[in-house]
């Protein structure tokens, strides 16, 4: 079971119960990073770019 990190109250509902998702999650060994349709992931995972 993969543990899935994905943006709360994201424009579209994210799924949670498989490795696909219409975000096009990036799959690691034990991780499940969804894309937020805003497109604000980097300030969810608490870094900015700059
Ligand atoms: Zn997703």
Redesign the pocket.
């Known amino acids: 079971m993969k543990t899935h990190i994905?943006p709360v109250d994201d424009l579209k509902p994210?799924?949670t119960d498989s490795d696909t998702?219409?975000?096009n999650?990036c799959v690691d060994d034990e991780l499940v990073i969804?894309?937020a349709m805003d497109e604000r992931e980097t300030y969810e995972q608490g870094r900015k770019l700059q």
């Open positions: 994905y994210h799924t998702c219409w975000c999650p969804h894309n």
